[in-house]
């Protein structure tokens, strides 16, 4: 792998649910127009590294991120279901407190710190193993270049949690509309160079103070 390959990690933007606190695993929910004129600004942002593919999860969301982001940069895409946010199952649509009246006893499992499926979904283990596989088939010996990600909250930390050797400074979660960038130094090991950075931001390392829906 090249001195200066990359890897930016983008989270899409905002949906009508994301909104609304509600949580929205697979669900196909479209982009909110305040989550278009996120993608569109974070299309600009990209535009100084001349990235030269996409791979996105399948998800609505995620899917106009990808081709927003695509058309603009004229680049091509792939699509990974792999790279899908966690899924919540029956959890899908409803916010915090619906559910913590829907499923009091699993909120406390949670709560305490237990993997268990979310509704009747995913464990985080779960998505963890996907995420992996995925990262190992599409960054590997053959990787170079600039490649861009277009994923959901969970992913991205994992992913760059995995890259960094465990070593992410800060476990928050990435906010709506950002992008993560890893650079690939010579001798195997990625640096973080920006965590979450949200388009016009004045701090090249920007993170969230709260934990968004899924």
């Known amino acids: 792998m090249a001195a200066e390959n990359r890897l930016i990690l983008v989270r899409h933007g905002a949906s009508e649910w994301s909104n609304q ?3 929205q695993g697979h669900q196909p929910v479209p982009l909110s127009p305040l989550g278009l004129e996120q993608v569109y ?4 942002e990209l535009r100084q590294y ?3 593919r996409i791979v996105s999860s399948d998800l609505q969301r995620a899917r106009q991120t990808a081709e927003i982001i695509a058309k603009h ?9 792999r790279l899908r946010e966690l899924d919540c199952g029956n959890w899908a649509g409803l916010t915090e ?3 913590e009246v829907l499923d009091p006893k699993a909120v406390v499992e949670l709560r305490s710190g237990r993997d268990i499926p979310r509704g009747s979904g995913e464990r985080m283990a779960d998505l ?11 960054v590997n010996d053959n990787f170079s270049g600039i490649l861009i990600f277009v994923a959901h909250a969970y992913v991205i930390r994992e992913i760059t949690q995995t890259l960094l050797g465990g070593n992410l400074p800060n476990k928050k979660l990435p906010s709506l509309g950002s992008y993560t960038l890893l650079n690939y130094k010579t001798g195997g090991k990625w640096i973080l160079e920006g965590y979450g950075v949200v388009p016009n931001s004045s701090s090249s390392l920007t ?3 709260w934990l968004p829906t899924f």
Do not use: C, F
Not at 128 to 138: E, G, P
């Open 21 to 23: 606190g509600r949580y």
């Open 73 to 81: 940069l004229m680049l091509e895409i792939h699509y990974d279901a």
């Open 97 to 99: 407190k619906q559910i």
């Open 41 to 44: 600004a974070l299309t600009e």
């Open 207 to 209: 993170t969230v103070n």
């Open 128 to 138: 963890i193993v996907r995420t992996r596989a995925a990262l190992a088939d599409w």
């Open 50 to 52: 001349s990235p030269e």
